[in-house]
């Protein structure tokens, strides 16, 4: 086969020419199209799914009367005369605020705990057991102490969320800074670095990880205690809306709460895994 001439004359190699005069040539990688997060995507819809269509089934075929278990259409009623009122967006702005603040106060103060549990053996002998006294107090339990000395406010409902959100980052990091390598503290100090900056140059990336895990476990934990935190006088929020709910036996407002605590909780646990990719290839 003849190969083609080129505008000069010269005669121009083709990528099949290549092939056969360089047979040891590793071939063009094929482009494959990224399906991996699309399935993952894809099979994680399909159990909610499979729920709302159960839902539909038992709501409609007569199992629940319509205070029980109203149907999905009627929740979705219920969500958009909220919204026609503006008063979804209230509800769901100010308690995606409260766990916002709430989980990065609790956060920030669990990893200094933690830090300093962690790496103070006298620390640990003397506050250790503490705080994992109070770790074990139920979020109900706060409240009334709380009304007391804070009051209706949101300092008290904030608080109580960073309350949830200090306890797992704490046990997490503490235990995690317990066991780095000692070869690599000991490569870190022979290098002059030492104090704060071993800590977040060396222990805290050594053990990002935990750090991520016990952040995901934190944001969790101050959803849960959101609800709660909106029985402190709350007159807008999920939690007041499903508390609110019950007592008016509007069943269909309360799981309109329900999945969207479900759902909040989701994107921002969404958003947390984000970061954890970026802090993973930042110090891995």
């Known amino acids: 086969m003849t190969a083609p001439l080129s505008p000069s004359g010269d005669a121009v190699r083709t990528d099949d020419a290549v092939g ?13 199209p990224r399906r991996r997060p699309l399935l993952r995507a894809g099979l994680g819809l399909l159990l909610p799914a499979a729920l709302l269509v159960l839902w539909h089934v038992l709501s409609t075929a007569g199992a629940f009367s319509a205070v029980q278990l109203p149907a999905p259409l ?11 009122r503006g008063e979804l967006w209230t509800h769901v702005g100010i308690s995606t605020q409260r766990v916002l603040i709430g989980f990065l106060v609790g956060a920030g103060l669990g990893l200094a705990a933690g830090s300093f549990i962690g790496l103070s053996r006298w620390g640990s002998a003397l506050v250790g057991p503490t705080i994992g006294a109070f770790r074990a107090v139920p979020s109900l339990a706060w409240v009334p102490l709380l009304l007391l000395w804070i009051g209706l406010g949101e300092d008290s409902k904030v608080t109580l969320v960073a309350i949830g959100a200090f306890f797992p980052v704490y046990t997490t990091v ?7 390598d000692r070869n690599l503290l000991e490569a870190a100090r022979a290098f002059g670095v030492h104090g704060l900056r071993l800590l977040t140059t060396v222990q805290l990336p050594a053990v990002m990880p935990s750090v991520i895990s016990g952040l995901r476990l934190a944001l969790a934990q101050a959803w849960l205690f959101l609800v709660a935190a909106e029985l402190l006088g709350a007159s807008m929020g999920l939690g007041f809306l499903l508390t609110d709910s019950q007592n008016n036996g509007r069943t ?10 479900a759902v909040l909780g989701k994107l921002s646990d969404a958003l947390l895994g984000v970061f954890e990719k970026w802090a993973v290839k930042k110090w891995a």
């Open 252 to 261: 269909d407002r309360l799981l309109l709460a329900i999945v969207l605590l």
């Open 20 to 32: 056969a005069d360089d047979p040891g040539a590793a071939p063009a990688p094929v482009a494959q």
């Open 74 to 84: 009627a929740v979705l009623t219920a969500g958009a005369d909220l919204l026609s």
């Open 174 to 180: 503490s235990a995690a800074l317990q066991h780095v």
